[in-house]
């Protein structure tokens, strides 16, 4: 055999081993390329539900759907207390049940740390007949939720009101401020800040705005 014969064998081999483990790079590389791309995805859709939980724990899974209105007693001083909410945006339902709400209530001369007690599905219009049924004492609150199901959740075609009753020693006079929040399962409390107004009338509501 000639040495230019040979000389081209060898040619021909060292191109067939180059070929080979440019071929293992180009796989190698395809892998690599791959696991770098579906990490990429994953930690976008991770971040991105978790911005989605962030926001959705900043925000109020209730709102303010109307006036405060205060029940004053015989000595003039407001007792009971009513509100309306309803969902905000974008929320489907919200269990009212009495493990899942917390209501406090901040008084100048006290702080009531949770004295929510229940919810009620009730159709009662007038304030005498839904003071009845909820049968609140001193220090109590209850939701009341209108065009319900009877259950203890509130879906978006329902409407709720907050009902609280102050006891002996926590009703709030003339000029004097509270501070309620009611605290869901899921999102922020929703805070009501209100101040009585001065000269109130005994056995009364009182628009506290």
């Given amino acids: 055999m000639s040495l230019k014969r040979l000389f081209k064998n060898k040619k021909g081999i060292v191109g067939i081993e180059a070929a080979i483990v440019l071929i293992a790079f180009i796989i190698i590389a395809a892998a690599l390329s791959y696991v770098v791309v579906n990490m990429g995805f994953y930690t976008t859709q991770k971040t991105k539900e978790t911005m989605a939980s962030g926001i959705e724990e900043a925000l109020s899974a209730l709102q303010l759907d109307g006036l405060v209105t205060g029940r004053t007693d015989s000595t003039n001083s407001i007792e009971y207390i009513v509100f309306p909410v309803k969902l905000s945006v ?14 406090t209530v901040y008084l100048p001369n006290a702080t009531l740390l949770n004295i929510y007690e229940d919810v009620v599905s009730t159709s009662d ?24 199901d009877v259950d203890t959740v509130l879906e978006s ?13 926590h009703t709030i006079a003339d000029y ?18 209100r101040t009585a107004p001065g000269g109130m009338p ?8």
């Fill in 90 to 103: 974008g929320k489907a339902s919200l269990d009212f049940g009495n493990e899942s709400v917390i209501v």
């Fill in 125 to 148: 219009t007038d304030w005498d007949a839904l003071n009845t049924t909820l049968a609140l004492s001193g220090d109590e609150a209850k939701f009341a939720i209108y065009n319900g």
């Fill in 157 to 169: 075609t329902e409407k709720a009101f907050l009902v609280m009753r102050l006891g002996t020693g």
């Fill in 176 to 193: 004097e401020t509270v501070k309620i929040e009611v605290k869901t399962a899921v999102g922020a409390a929703l805070t009501v800040v």
């Fill in 202 to 209: 005994a056995d009364s509501f009182v628009d506290l705005g």
